[in-house]
């Protein structure tokens, strides 16, 4: 499907790669404050996406994102040919709860996703991807210098000008929440767990720790659904057997 990037009123339009996760909702709204957004999933085969999928759905049907967003796009960029069977990403046996954000790297991901969406941006006039990595991610592909540079080769390579637009690079996750508050982003539509337990969050592995945390910093409750919730939120003990 190909379409003008600047079709609709003139509009920029602004790619968002997009999870059903709370950092990727404020960027939708954040970005559709400016630009006409196109939301996009990326599929890679990890255990979770199915759900992950389901939750995005829902937000963006939401009437906070009635106007100012496009349909849903999904694009492919599987990820089980290259990782090993083993993986816990594509085993669905996550990090648990109290371990560090480094045991949760994902090799190559920023690049795989990047890439095949600056195709997809080029085919059609597009020429912003908007993705939302925040202070403090340990990443090598989540530098404000790897995405320049990034953008430097995908857009001498596509012979299209492409940028690859951060703007939560300075945030930490209660900045997002703030944020996100002020725009009403509805959060009982958003799931931020490598491990959903009947559909919801398990509250087990490391990525509901950090949501469950900087909720409680913010000093708002988190409204999603969780299979366990730990007794100690900021010390990160959970009394799992």
């Not at 255990?47 to 939750?55: A, K």
């Not at 969406?117 to 210098?145: K, M, Q, W």
């Amino acid at each position: 499907m190909v379409i003008d990037g600047g079709s609709e009123g003139q509009a920029t339009v602004s790619v968002v790669l997009c999870s059903g996760g709370l950092d990727s909702a404020v960027l939708v709204a954040h970005e559709s404050e400016k630009f006409l957004v196109q939301p996009i999933y990326v599929n890679g085969g990890l255990s979770w996406e199915s759900v992950e999928r389901q939750y995005l759905d829902r937000l963006l049907s939401t009437p906070k994102f009635a106007s100012g967003v496009r349909p849903i796009l999904e694009i492919q960029c599987l990820t089980t040919d290259v990782y090993s069977p083993k993986h816990w990403a594509i085993q669905g046996t996550p990090p648990a709860y109290d371990t560090p954000d480094e045991d949760v790297y994902l090799p190559g991901r920023n690049i795989l996703l990047l890439s095949k969406v600056a195709v997809y941006c080029a085919l059609n006039n597009i020429n912003r991807i908007a993705v939302g990595p925040l202070a403090g991610n340990p990443f090598a592909d989540a530098t404000p210098e790897f995405f320049l540079a990034l953008a430097d080769v995908l857009s001498m390579g596509l012979e299209k000008p492409i940028e690859i637009a951060t703007p939560f690079l300075t945030l930490r996750k209660v900045d997002v929440i703030n944020l996100g508050t002020t725009l009403n982003v509805p959060w009982s539509a958003t799931i931020s767990c490598m491990n959903p337990t009947q559909g919801i969050h398990c509250g087990r592995c490391s990525k509901c720790r950090e949501r469950l945390q900087a909720f409680e910093l913010v000093g708002i409750p988190d409204p999603a659904d969780y299979a366990y919730r730990p007794n100690d939120v900021s010390a990160g003990k959970t009394n799992i057997s």
